[in-house]
C-alpha cells in the first residue's frame, strides 16, 4: 500500500452534469409548462406577494402618467385613483391606464 502497488478506488459519486445542464434550460424558461408543476398556484406565487406586485405595478404607472399628465390625472384625482388601486378595483395596469382613459 504504501509504495502504491494498492490503491483505492474511490466510489462513484451522484453526477451534477444533467443537473446543470437542467438548470440552465430554466434559466431560459423552459419546463415550466403545467405538466411540471406540483402544488396550486398558490404555493408557486403566494396570492398576497401576486397582490403586492400588481399593486406596486399599478402605483409605479399612476406616479409615471401623474408626471407625463398631470391635466388628466388631476381631472379623476391621483388621491381617488391612488386609494382605488388599494381597494382592488383595478385588475392590472391596462384596466387603470382605460379607465383613465374614459374607457369603463
Not at 57 to 69: I, S
Not at 72 to 96: N, Q
Amino acid at each position: 500500500i504504501k509504495k502504491g502497488v494498492i490503491k483505492k478506488v474511490r466510489k462513484s459519486r451522484q453526477s451534477r452534469g444533467r443537473a446543470r445542464a437542467i438548470s440552465k434550460q430554466k434559466e431560459k424558461g423552459r419546463r415550466k409548462g403545467y405538466g411540471k408543476r406540483k402544488g396550486k398556484k398558490g404555493a408557486r406565487v403566494k396570492r398576497k406577494k401576486a397582490w403586492i406586485n400588481n399593486v406596486r405595478a399599478q402605483r409605479a404607472l399612476l406616479r409615471k402618467l401623474k408626471k407625463e399628465n398631470p391635466e388628466k390625472i388631476k381631472e379623476i384625482g391621483y388621491r381617488k385613483l391612488y386609494i382605488m388601486i388599494k381597494g382592488g378595483y383595478f385588475k392590472s395596469k391596462a384596466h387603470l391606464e382605460q379607465y383613465i382613459k374614459g374607457g369603463k
